[in-house]
C-alpha cells in the first residue's frame, strides 16, 4: 500500500498563523494611525481629513472624480469632509482650465503644514519598523503588501511595484 502524506502546508498558510496575520494587520494599523489620530483630533478632524489632505498632498491640482476613484468612496462622504476642509483653509479648489465644470484641488499653506507634519510622523514610524529588520524584510513586507492589493488599486499607486534587485 502506497503511503499517502499529507500535502506540505507552510506555517504561514495555516490557519493560526493566518489569523495571527490579520491581528497584526488590525493593531499595526491602530497604532500606525494613533499619532496621526491625535495630532488630526488638535484640529479636530479626523482619518477621512487626513486621507483627502494626504492625496491632495500627494496629487496637487487632482480633480474630485480621480479623488473618488482613489479613496473608494461615495461622492457625498467626499463633499462633507472636503467642504469642511475648505471651509477651514486646508484644501483650496480651482475650476479647470480645459473643463469649466472640473475643481482641481491643491493644499493650503495650512494644508501642506498639517499634512507634512503627519506625513513625518507616519514615516518616522515606518523607518524605526524598517531599521529594526533586514532589507530583505522590508522588500518581503512591502511584496505581500502589494500582493495584497487589488490590480485597480495597484494601478492609482504613485510608484512601481518592487522589482528585484539586479546584481551590478
Do not use: W
Not at 101 to 125: D, F, K, N, P, S
Request: glycine share 4%.
Amino acid at each position: 500500500m502506497a503511503d499517502i502524506k499529507t500535502p506540505h502546508r507552510p506555517l504561514f498558510l495555516r490557519e493560526e498563523e493566518l489569523r495571527y496575520s490579520i491581528e497584526l494587520m488590525f493593531f499595526a494599523y491602530r497604532d500606525f494611525t494613533s499619532e496621526a489620530d491625535t495630532h488630526l483630533a488638535r484640529v479636530n478632524l479626523g482619518r477621512a481629513h487626513h486621507r483627502v489632505i494626504y492625496f491632495v498632498g500627494r496629487n496637487p491640482g487632482i480633480n474630485v472624480r480621480d479623488l473618488l476613484n482613489i479613496l473608494n468612496i461615495t461622492k457625498q462622504s467626499l463633499s462633507r469632509v472636503l467642504s469642511h476642509l475648505i471651509d477651514t483653509g486646508y484644501v483650496r479648489q480651482k475650476q479647470g482650465s480645459a473643463d469649466k465644470r472640473q475643481r482641481l484641488l491643491y493644499l493650503t499653506q495650512q494644508g501642506e503644514a498639517l499634512e507634512h507634519e503627519v506625513t513625518r510622523l507616519q514615516c518616522q514610524r515606518f523607518a524605526r519598523a524598517f531599521k529594526s529588520v533586514s532589507d530583505e524584510s522590508v522588500t518581503g513586507f512591502l511584496a505581500v503588501m502589494e500582493s495584497m492589493l487589488d490590480e485597480k488599486t495597484i494601478a492609482l499607486l504613485r510608484h512601481p511595484p518592487i522589482s528585484k534587485k539586479q546584481d551590478p
